[in-house]
């Protein structure tokens, strides 16, 4: 499973590149170093909320916008693992035998 720290950084990556920001209009932007920007984006580094809003706003983006994107991406893999463990706990075996049967 990913990480939220994983998804965080996802999501302002992908907020970041579809604005045509690069790392350093971001970092000028956010006040924030250009290097620690970029641990957080690869997901290396958790941001604090301070620094999650600095990031939003320097995306021009609502906070809570950053936040509904993550929820959505952590959701949808909370649905592919619970649909990964209800298949795997299907037992080949008592497929065997209910055809057999």
């Known amino acids: ?3 939220m720290r994983q998804l965080v ?11 045509g920001l690069t790392l350093r209009d971001v970092s000028a932007k956010a006040r ?4 620690y920007i970029s641990e957080v984006e690869r997901g290396q580094k958790e941001p604090s909320s301070e620094l999650l ?3 939003a706003r320097a995306l021009e983006i609502p906070l809570s916008q950053v936040l509904l994107d993550v929820s959505a991406m952590l959701a949808l893999e909370e649905a592919v693992d619970l649909s990964v463990a209800s298949i795997s706990s ?3 075996a008592s497929d065997v035998e209910a055809s057999a049967a």
Do not use: D, K
């Open 1 to 3: 499973m990913t990480t």
């Open 9 to 19: 950084g996802e999501v302002l990556r992908a907020r970041r590149v579809a604005e």
């Open 32 to 35: 924030v170093s250009l290097g």
């Open 53 to 55: 809003a600095a990031l």
């Open 90 to 92: 299907i037992s080949p």
